[in-house]
């Protein structure tokens, strides 16, 4: 499996970290009760397909990216830098 | 049929024209009492233990494929009950003891072999945490034997005692621990449970739950709609994308976890070993190509098969820690995917729709516990009750924070 960082290029999958579901980037309010939280820090889509997760290029440039890619074939469709998803969320 | 040695030679002196198959291939009916989705070890076990310790007899197995093609024919055939939480060890303990007679139990040679495991360590603080976990095992009623290291070296003088940076210091031998002919157990309990008049139905995929005003009243399926009047759903790495159709999201993630095998050699690792400064484990089988595995492969996957990393990674480990493997070759590898769970540990629970219950989460350590699995899922579906010693699998044990994380990671399950 090859990623390709958007500011280093293509590179092995080792380079990568992997921290799992995207979902880190819309962490719920402070107060948003714990029926909200469990929900975001245990549980999961675990789509069979199409996901987007949060792998962060550990033994490059460190940036955080969310990679869009599939489960099944492990394709991968994209690659984008979390802080620019993150821009575009608000 | 009975199996027997005398029935053996029986056949062997009458053209072996007696041997009638194993289990039937019903047509589904249209209402059972229990359904169990998947055919794999866990579910074949629930409607053995279902049909011969509950009394049940109105049950069927509704499997995708064919039975016991999933991770019970994947794995890489270790039992043990080595654990060290409360809330884990007393139920690894009683799958053990089942094992130890399940052979007897169902009639069936699944070539129970209690060979031990032997868990190295390489440091002090290692030393500490076997002494820890043995006294912890002991107290669940199992077994733990602290060697020193030249108690390893009568048994594995083959190994890197003297490695510069992870030498070997001794290690936790569990002598009942061993391994077991994996197929073997999907076909014994299916034999077993079709003897009891379960219905075991191949090649019929659950497609949707029918659910009305909070109750699940049956599944619909590539073979029709099959009514029930409790569903129990126990397939493994399947378990978010069938609990999905359910309208339900899981505390869990699916990965890959690749296994491999060696050309046959003669005999020359007689138990199972694991690697405390790499993960790497290694038994030999009985035909002689030693079994050997480590991590999962630590992203999200369906494939059934992995990438390259971790078969260096594998391979590594075991060359460090036998030197001798440099010359063997490697066979085949393959993948399965583990039903990983936000804190290592399984679910077996109801769920909040009535009539629908719930076996998974088993992560990589599913086969050792197939027979408890099945009892104490079999337990709860027709007690409503969790076994006794299921009773911290709850499914809302994340919310309240009792969690039974064996390697304290935290709720990332990629790194249990």
Known sequence: MRIKCPLCGERDRREFYYKGAAIDLARPAPDAGDVAWDDYIHNRENPAGRTKDLWQHEMGCSAWLVVERNTVTHEIYGVELAENVKRGMK | MRYSGFKVIKEALTGHKGWTPQWRDPEPQ??????????????????????????????????KGWIGGGNVGRNTTIIRSNYLLDGNEPFYEFSLKLWEGLEQDFNYNAMVSQRGIL???????????????GNAMILNGSDAELLDVEGVRKLYPFLNFDNAR?????????????????????????????????????NCEVTGFKIEDGTCLGVET??????????????????????????????????????????????VLPGVITYGAGHFYCSQSDKGGLVFGGDIDGYNSYAQRGNMPVIEDVAEGGISLIPALGRVRLLRAWGGIMDMSMDGSPI?????????????????????????????????????????????????????????????????PNLH
């Open chain 2, 222 to 267: 590539t073979r029709g709609y099959i009514g029930a009047g409790k569903v129990g759903v126990s397939v493994a790495g399947s378990s978010s994308r069938v609990m999905e159709k359910a309208g339900m999201r899981l505390p869990m993630e699916s990965h890959v976890l690749q296994a491999f095998v060696s050309e046959g050699l003669k005999p």
């Open chain 2, 166 to 202: 992870f030498p070997i210091k001794g290690g936790l031998l569990h002598r009942r621990g061993g391994t077991v002919r994996h197929d073997a157990v999907a076909w014994g309990y299916a034999r077993g449970a079709d003897m009891r008049g379960v219905d075991i139905i191949q």
């Open chain 2, 119 to 133: 868990n190295l360590v390489h440091t002090d603080a290692q030393r500490d945490a076997a002494r820890r976990r």
């Open chain 2, 348 to 412: 077996i629970d109801k769920t909040h729709i009535d009539g629908l219950y719930f076996n998974g989460g088993w992560c990589y350590g599913g086969f050792k516990a197939t027979p408890a699995a099945g009892w104490c899922f079999a337990h709860l579906l027709k007690t409503d009750t969790p076994h006794d010693t299921a009773t911290a699998y709850r499914f809302d044990r994340f919310r309240t924070g009792h969690m039974i994380d064996e390697k304290g990671q935290g709720a990332q």
């Open chain 2, 30 to 63: 249209s209402h059972y009492d229990f359904v169990i989705i998947g055919g794999g070890g866990h579910g074949l076990a629930t409607a053995y233990y279902l049909a011969k310790e509950f009394g049940e007899s109105r049950i069927a197995v509704l499997e």
